[in-house]
């Protein structure tokens, strides 16, 4: 059994990546923007008021786990978000920007500040997603998302150069379309946040140190970059 921590962990897929974790017997640090009684009444490490746009509670975190001796098998940077169907015409570069912060930079600063937490041989797995995909892109729109998840994608196969040389890999990984806050509104046939974790979880599991850095849908289809 191993040490995960998942940022983001408060609700859709990052709580149910955590669930899903908690439920199999892994070690769980939930890290929440805001707070969530709900996993620490289940048993769960939660670590509240971790912004992903902010350096300084996030270096905390990493002295917290390292006081305690906790070394981070696998890391789930999960917090996104996406608030702005932007179309040219309309751009709203204030959204741009958070996008960007949260979406791209956001997994880099986890990565940056937790990487002296990471056991041997752990892994890494980014939550981008299909959208920031530039060999799928037929239908445009979504800039600020679209942009920032590309940016994502980039951020992780950076990563994946740096990790390799200490023994570690990087996944980039597209839960699917899934049934969540995010999405409420969109129509489109959505997956429960539990189905779209349980698939993850099976990337993650699969994803191996001598892999080349990959962009995986949680059903395993490999997507283009
Ligand atoms: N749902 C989909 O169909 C879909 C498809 C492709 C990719 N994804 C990706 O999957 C990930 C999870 O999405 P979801 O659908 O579960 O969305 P969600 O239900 O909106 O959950 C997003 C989580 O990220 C947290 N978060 C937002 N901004 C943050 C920040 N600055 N610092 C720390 N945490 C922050 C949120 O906290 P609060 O609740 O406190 O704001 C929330 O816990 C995202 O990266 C998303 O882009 C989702």
Redesign the pocket.
Same mark, same amino acid.
């Given at each position: 059994m191993g040490v995960y921590l998942v940022? *983001?962990?408060?609700?859709?897929?990052?709580?149910a990546l955590a669930l899903n974790l908690h439920e199999r017997g892994e070690s769980v640090i939930a890290v929440?923007?805001?707070d969530s009684d709900e996993l620490r009444q289940m048993g769960l490490q939660v670590e509240p008021n971790?912004?992903?746009?902010r350096s300084a509670p996030l270096r905390a975190l990493a002295e917290r786990l390292g006081a305690a001796g906790t070394k981070i098998d696998v890391l789930i940077s999960?917090?996104?978000?996406?608030r702005v169907v932007d179309t040219l015409g309309e751009i709203d570069y204030e959204e741009m920007r958070a996008h960007f912060e949260?979406?791209a930079l *956001?997994h880099l600063r986890v990565t940056e500040a937790l990487m002296e937490c990471l056991s041997e041989n752990a892994k890494v797995g980014l939550?981008?997603?299909?959208?920031g995909s530039l060999g799928e892109n037929s239908s445009g729109r979504c800039y600020a998302y679209r942009v920032s998840?590309a940016a994502a994608n980039m951020v992780g196969i950076n990563l994946w150069h740096d990790l390799k040389k200490r023994g570690q890999t990087v996944v980039m990984l597209?839960?699917?379309?899934?049934a969540?806050?995010?999405?409420a509104g969109s129509t489109g046939d959505?997956i429960q946040?539990e189905e779209a974790a349980a698939g993850l979880v099976r990337q993650l599991d699969a994803a191996k140190l001598e892999d080349q850095p990959e962009f995986r849908h949680a059903n395993d289809q490999l997507l283009p970059w």
């Amino acid at each position: 059994m191993g040490v995960y921590l998942v940022t *983001g962990a408060e609700k859709g897929i990052g709580r149910a990546l955590a669930l899903n974790l908690h439920e199999r017997g892994e070690s769980v640090i939930a890290v929440c923007l805001n707070d969530s009684d709900e996993l620490r009444q289940m048993g769960l490490q939660v670590e509240p008021n971790i912004d992903v746009t902010r350096s300084a509670p996030l270096r905390a975190l990493a002295e917290r786990l390292g006081a305690a001796g906790t070394k981070i098998d696998v890391l789930i940077s999960n917090a996104g978000i996406f608030r702005v169907v932007d179309t040219l015409g309309e751009i709203d570069y204030e959204e741009m920007r958070a996008h960007f912060e949260i979406n791209a930079l *956001g997994h880099l600063r986890v990565t940056e500040a937790l990487m002296e937490c990471l056991s041997e041989n752990a892994k890494v797995g980014l939550i981008t997603s299909r959208f920031g995909s530039l060999g799928e892109n037929s239908s445009g729109r979504c800039y600020a998302y679209r942009v920032s998840k590309a940016a994502a994608n980039m951020v992780g196969i950076n990563l994946w150069h740096d990790l390799k040389k200490r023994g570690q890999t990087v996944v980039m990984l597209h839960p699917g379309m899934v049934a969540t806050d995010m999405s409420a509104g969109s129509t489109g046939d959505f997956i429960q946040p539990e189905e779209a974790a349980a698939g993850l979880v099976r990337q993650l599991d699969a994803a191996k140190l001598e892999d080349q850095p990959e962009f995986r849908h949680a059903n395993d289809q490999l997507l283009p970059w």
